[in-house]
């Protein structure tokens, strides 16, 4: 049998991973259909969460009520603009070459895990403020009674329901956490070996 | 159509991450459609976005891919059961030696044996086109010694 030359590879390779073309027009369809429902996506959290939070303000029968209705307020505005921020930016990514892509990947990465540690950080915090602006609904006086209407919502189906949400969202955080740092591994040693093959292409190696 | 499934199929080996690749690329055209301004063929444009697809694919990888059998096309009228059983087996043997290359031989190979004019190739891999021959070259070298230590 003798030797196949780049051609004959060329040839084989181009036989190779052929797929249907409905099954792919499929896919193109789902893409598109995706890609719109995840901006319609984005604009419902939002609207869900001020439309959520924004009665609360009107109807609000004491100042903490009111403070922490607003702070949730501007905690949900900033994560929709970041994700909003973040989604752009990885539709720009796309045409920059490999080494400025690897880059942008890499600051990325970094970003993510910076915001996934921040997230950990704030979460206590937020955990505590939302505990107190439920309680607060459900005080008569403000400050005074805040203990005992903490205590009426924690008696609450719901409070629990939610606190468990709260959970398992601090368990996806870890979660997170552990890919991107696995990510930004990976992309750390696909940047060596684009380095280092650039350094072949200038034959400094 | 044929050039994004290969280009996937150098950096998956598994057919159902493949398949959810493949999407995640054409979800990535149609997005950037929209910077698309005709500076490059959109075949050239769509290549360059395969290839940073599976780049950022490949580094989300949580683990090392599994080697999966890949799947005997079906035997052509025009060539004899052996011919087609031994063209296949050279498909695989081909497919498994380029997912072995480290990426940026890999990303020049898979675009050399699609076609892709130097000019073009220097154009979706950001580098000169002189850089791109050579890469070619090491690539190809690379490449031929992975399969005849396979054989």
Same mark, same amino acid.
């Given at each position: 049998m003798r030797e196949p030359g780049f051609e004959d590879l060329a040839e084989l390779w181009q036989d !190779?991973?052929?797929?249907d073309r409905e099954v792919f027009e499929a896919m193109a369809r789902r893409a598109r259909r995706k890609g719109r429902l995840l901006g319609y996506a984005d604009l419902a959290f939002v609207l869900l969460l001020v439309g959520g939070i924004l009665p609360s303000i009107f109807m609000a029968p004491n100042a903490i009520t009111i403070v922490t209705a607003i702070l949730l307020l501007i905690a949900t505005l900033w994560v929709s603009w970041t994700r909003r921020r973040h989604r752009q930016m990885a539709a720009t990514?796309?045409? !920059?070459d490999p080494t400025a892509f690897l880059e942008s990947s890499l600051a990325n990465a970094r970003a993510n895990l910076r915001r996934v540690n921040l997230s950990l950080l704030v979460m206590a915090p937020a955990v505590v403020v939302t505990i107190v602006f439920k309680g607060s609904q459900h005080s008569r006086s403000g400050i005074e009674d805040l203990a005992r209407g903490i205590a009426e919502w924690a008696s609450l189906p719901r409070a629990w329901i939610g606190l468990a949400v709260v959970f398992v969202l601090v368990l996806a955080l870890f979660r997170s956490r552990r890919r991107l740092r696995m990510e930004l591994r990976q992309l750390e040693s696909l940047s060596l070996d684009y380095e280092r093959e650039k350094r072949r292409d200038v034959g400094m190696e | 159509m044929g050039l994004l499934y290969r280009i996937a199929l150098s950096y998956e080996a598994d057919p159902a991450l493949r398949h959810e690749l493949v999407q995640d690329i054409l979800l990535a055209i149609w997005v950037a459609l929209a910077n698309f301004?005709?500076?490059?063929?959109v075949k050239t444009f769509a290549a360059s976005i395969a290839q940073k697809r599976c780049i950022s694919h490949v580094s989300k990888?949580?683990?090392?891919?599994r080697q999966v059998e890949l799947s005997t096309d079906l035997p052509s009228a025009a060539e004899l059961p052996d011919e087609q059983a031994l063209r296949n087996d050279q498909k695989r043997h081909l497919v498994e030696s380029i997912q072995q290359l480290p990426v940026p031989q890999r990303e020049a190979i898979v675009l050399c044996l699609e076609g892709f004019s130097f000019g073009e190739m220097a154009t979706i891999l950001g580098i000169s086109p002189n850089a791109v021959m050579l890469r070619c070259q090491r690539a190809k070298a690379t490449l031929k010694a992975i399969m005849e230590g396979r054989s």
């Open positions: !190779s991973g052929e797929g990514l796309n045409t !920059s | 301004r005709g500076e490059a063929s990888r949580a683990r090392e891919p």
